[in-house]
């Protein structure tokens, strides 16, 4: 980085700061190298990332390890190695900090590059999905990414993943002469990279591929539905992607990238998903969770521009009963554009619950979403009054 790129990647830095911290983010920073085992085992053995860029080597204790090429599998390991799981759930935590894969350094993309990402762990509700990327989209817009586009898709569960493999793999063995050499090579370790690849012949080939997206499990297709209706209701567009399956093997469920047509061929911005079973296999208990990470060379070249921080005011969205999630989460969003800032609680929980985090996280206001208009709370002097709109709402907040 020279001086004269460094006002922009401070201003987003300071912009990322001023938007996930006061949606109760807390910011962490892992180890630049770790366990060679930690990333073989987390990202998969079969990744490009494992099998060409990572950047690995023996330390004079005979350990092999590895400099980061990505943010997630570390921060599942801290979660587990630091009891994060006893804290109350889910807990959100934000990063920024260089990361490694060698590959062929172009434009917006090389060597060492810094992330900026986030990870919530221990809810499994579509809402914490919809949370996310709608951060992630507001980093993007108040950053100024021109073009900006939304694929969003599922990956349904392991085991129905697995299933699909062995269906895609029945199928790419019956065209296997009509594709590249690389994704030959892989049908057995990893058939769903075939979606990625950029030879015209493998493509045709993937156009008439079955999808997974199609053999979803019920209650998978649910959340992926109750997903979508939430971006719905916050009014962010999207496309959905059948072939988007990402370059990593832990994603189960929502997978999502955010790309800009503004940087051509290599469009990509950031993207995440969740990976439910990816703390247990570092030991821990049982835990959804689901996270995302942006480049920031890429965000810096997508703005074109400079750009600073958000102001921010604390408010708490509660919500007292599930089938008011939509109407909660529209709300928040609304908050959001506002430029205040604002969490939803868990529709899921108990209003005991949702007013003890409101209590824990310092909120200045809590919003409870009633059947009709809305319950505004004090959380100083404990006093409450019944307000009719969304507009007087608004008013009342300043």
């Not at 950029?198 to 993937?206: E, L, R």
């Not at 619950?353 to 059947?371: F, L, P, S």
Request: hydrophobic content about 35%.
């Amino acid at each position: 980085m020279l001086p004269e790129d460094a006002p922009a990647r401070r201003d987003l830095l300071s912009l990322s700061s001023a938007i996930l911290d006061p949606a109760e983010y807390g910011y962490i920073e892992t180890p630049v190298f770790e366990d060679t085992e930690l990333f073989a085992r987390g990202v998969g053995e079969s990744t490009d990332i494992v099998q060409k860029e990572m950047f690995t080597f023996d330390d004079m204790g005979g350990r092999s390890l590895t400099l980061r090429p990505e943010g997630t599998a570390p921060i599942c390991r801290a979660y587990v190695e630091h009891g994060m799981h006893k804290r109350p759930q889910p807990v959100r935590l934000w990063y920024w900090g260089p990361y490694f894969r060698h590959e062929a350094p172009q434009a917006g993309r090389f060597r060492q590059f810094t992330q900026v990402g986030a990870e919530v762990l221990g809810s499994d509700d579509p809402a914490i999905d919809a949370e996310v990327i709608a951060l992630l989209a507001e980093i993007l817009q108040e950053a100024g990414a021109r073009e900006l586009r939304l694929r969003l898709s599922s990956l349904g569960t392991a085991d129905t993943r697995r299933e699909y493999s062995e269906e895609l793999k029945k199928y790419l063995r019956e065209r296997q002469d009509k594709l590249a050499p690389d994704v030959q090579a892989r049908i057995d370790a990893n058939p769903l990279r075939a979606f990625d690849s950029s030879d015209a012949g493998t493509q045709a080939v993937m156009k008439e591929a079955p999808t997974l997206l199609d053999r979803l499990a019920p209650d998978d297709a649910e959340h992926f539905g109750e997903v979508r209706g939430l971006l719905d209701a916050a009014g962010i567009g999207y496309e959905v992607d059948p072939a988007l399956v990402r370059g990593l093997d832990y994603y189960t469920r929502t997978v999502f990238e955010f790309t800009s047509d503004a940087l051509g061929a290599q469009s990509g911005v950031g993207g995440g998903g969740r990976y439910d079973g990816l703390v247990e296999q570092f030991g821990g208990p049982p835990t959804p969770g689901i996270g995302w990470a942006a480049g920031v060379e890429r965000i810096v070249l997508a703005a074109g521009r400079d750009y600073g921080p958000v102001s921010a005011i604390s408010v708490f969205v509660a919500v007292p009963k599930e089938e008011r999630r939509r109407a909660g989460f529209q709300l928040w969003r609304r908050l959001r554009r506002s430029e205040r800032s604002a969490l939803m609680g868990e529709p899921g929980r108990s209003m005991k619950g949702q007013m003890k985090q409101a209590d824990r996280v310092g909120a200045r206001w809590t919003v409870i979403v009633e059947e009709e208009g809305f319950e505004l709370k004090d959380m100083q002097s404990g006093e409450q009054r019944p307000v009719a709109s969304e507009e007087e709402l608004l008013e009342a907040l300043k």
